[in-house]
């Protein structure tokens, strides 16, 4: 079974950065395309990164330019670079890692990250 798990996240200012990884066990990696979601309370989940298994990455309007998603391969790991951070990023993090087309499709039991002064 794969197991995905994330860390970094935390209680950070407004305005200040973090960074979260998720690593993927097994060895399928770079055959995962691999996306960041976040749930706030009583709120939907949404996906807020995305990158392909070719590197193409894709973020949400809220995000864009605040946010940077990266994979190494490697090290079967993709970050979540947050700056700039908002109080409305507040949000339970999830790591999520599927094919394309979804045959198999993974969870991470998230991180909290919480931006309060």
């Known amino acids: 079974q794969v197991q995905l798990v994330e860390s970094g996240g935390g209680l950070v200012q407004p305005g200040g950065s973090l960074r979260l990884s998720c690593a993927v066990s097994?060895?399928?990696?770079?055959?995962?395309?691999m996306g960041w979601y976040r749930q706030a309370p009583g709120k939907l989940r949404e996906r807020v990164a995305a990158?392909?298994?070719?590197?193409?990455?894709n973020l949400a309007d809220s995000v864009k330019g605040r946010f940077t998603i990266s994979r190494d391969n490697a090290k079967n790991t993709v970050y979540l670079q947050m700056s700039s951070l908002k109080p409305e990023d507040t949000a339970v993090y999830y790591c999520?890692?599927?094919?394309?087309?979804?045959?198999?499709?993974?969870w991470g039991r998230g991180t909290q990250v919480t931006v309060s002064s």
């Open positions: 097994g060895s399928s990696f770079s055959s995962y395309a």
């Open positions: 999520n890692a599927h094919t394309t087309p979804i045959i198999v499709n993974y």
């Open positions: 990158i392909t298994t070719g590197g193409s990455t």
